[in-house]
């Protein structure tokens, strides 16, 4: 099974940039992809950005487009989301975790595993 775990969270000041890794390991060969979801206090857990092994296709929310960009490493061991132009509402906890089926938009796709990382944007 895979494990992950997530760092780079932090304090910025809106129009800021963060970005969040996320360090795998485990049977990714089983996996379609990666991804990042996000929770805020009080709301349901979203999707952020997605990417698929096999293509290197990436998939972003649409509040994440202009904004955010995910890139990987070539050994399926990490994941980077970088975020720009920060704004207060992207305030959340997020987490990445492996996708067992081919939506990579779909929460149920997923098991998360990891503790996720606090991202806190200030206005």
């Known amino acids: 099974q895979e494990q992950v775990v997530e760092s780079g969270g932090g304090l910025v000041q809106a129009g800021g940039s963060l970005r969040l890794s996320c360090e795998v390991s485990?049977?990714?060969?089983?996996?379609?992809?990666m991804g990042w979801f996000r929770q805020a206090p009080g709301k349901e857990r979203e999707f952020v950005a997605a990417?698929?092994?096999?293509?290197?296709?990436?998939y972003l929310a649409d509040f994440a487009l202009g904004r955010f960009t995910l890139s990987r490493d070539n050994a399926r061991t990490a994941v980077y989301l970088q975020m720009n132009s920060l704004k207060p509402e992207d305030t959340a906890v997020y987490y990445c975790?492996?996708?067992?089926?081919?939506?990579?938009?779909?929460?149920?796709?997923?098991?998360?595993r990891g503790r996720g990382t606090q991202v806190t944007v200030s206005s």
């Open positions: 485990g049977r990714t060969f089983r996996t379609y992809g």
């Open positions: 975790a492996a996708s067992s089926a081919w939506d990579l938009r779909a929460r149920a796709s997923y098991d998360f």
């Open positions: 990417i698929r092994w096999s293509t290197n296709d990436t």
